[in-house]
């Protein structure tokens, strides 16, 4: 945060809360005569998230590996305190804020690459669509299939668009915002890191204004070609091979499956640990992480509407099938994420602000890699429908 020539300010040395180790973790490397384990240089996934293994066995060894990182996540003494005292908070808050004007911008504008990093890694629509940068002065242009229709958000970031015609698709453009405000009150009060919630609003209000957007596009292309499946009871595995069959009769692969967490609640009532290999058995009985089913990735989202706010973006009974983003559409980026001043203190309001912003596209060029599921039960939100 106070990189790029920041004014540094002098602040007690503060001990992480969580062990970064588990992000990017060292494989098993056994033990040596002593029964010392031994450090390996190895990496446990490679690049797309796969277990590096030579066969079950070690494949069985790395998941305890990962379980006991997993379990030892968050450090000892992080989970009963802080590892930042109340002084130490004070320093951070008054050298991000107390500051000239330049050096609160320049932190406002550090806060931009810790965003972006948290919308690629929860943000699911980042990671169904392919997202690739705009030069400036390019026209965005994508081919289609000349005989289905693509589906694309217009201009006013509301409002889905159909192309049938030609085979060319040239999608719109909207703004996505959020606009964090911070109080100075709650930086005199101090009762909370200022810096953390601010970054969380701001990365909670783009991500979910993406995510729901996008999911608003796959609800209407899903139906396009491929039928409806209604879910009658609970998931279960016949429920996601339906899914999968209305998308994969195409000669298409399916990918991902995105549901809520009241759907994924249902599918671990339902299975059967003697279903699957006994890698996958273990790895949801011991760490209760459930991320693929025949190799199909699993999204899970969660969250309750609640009056004048929106916290959800895949609704209680909904599941959604699709392919890897290539052959499902594309999310373009004009404007990466930037920041402008934004306090409110010209509205009588004793508030600092900052504006951030992207303009992006979204686009599903084909209808027939994507396909939905309906409980009977459920109810369709009128901002997913609509």
Known sequence: MWANNMEKKKIAAVASTYDESLLEPKAYGGTDASGKEKNSKEAMFDAQGTLN????????????????????????????????????????????????????????????PLILNRLDYEGFIRQVLKTHEVAQGQIISYEKDIDVAALVIQEDGQTIGYQVKGNRVLPPEFWVTAYPKINMAEIAKRQFDIVDRTHD?????????????????????????NSQVNITSSVNKTVLENLQWEVERHRLLVDKFIMNRAELGDFKKNINSLDYDPITSRDVLLTGIFA??????????????????????????????????????AMPIRIPLTMLPADQFVFGNFSYGYLFGEMIGQVILNPRACSLGIKSTATTPAWLSS
Request: hydrophobic content about 40%; charged content about 25%; glycine content about 8%.
């Open 53 to 112: 293994a030579w066969n079950k066995k070690d494949a069985i060894t790395q998941q305890q590996k990962f379980a006991e990182l997993r379990e030892n996540y968050r450090k000892p003494a992080a989970k009963s305190a802080s590892f930042y005292t109340p002084d130490q908070r004070a320093q951070i808050v008054e050298a991000a804020f107390s500051g000239n004007e330049a050096e609160r911008m320049r932190f406002g504008a550090e806060m931009i």
């Open 201 to 225: 609003k701001a990365t909670f209000q783009i991500m979910l204004q993406e995510d729901r957007q996008g999911l608003r596009e796959l609800y209407s292309a899903a139906t396009q070609i």
């Open 292 to 329: 693929t089913i025949w190799g199909v990735n699993i999204f899970i989202s969660a969250g309750v509407d609640e009056d004048g706010k929106q916290n959800i973006s895949v609704p209680e009974g909904h599941i959604f099938c699709v392919t890897e983003g290539r052959y499902l559409g």
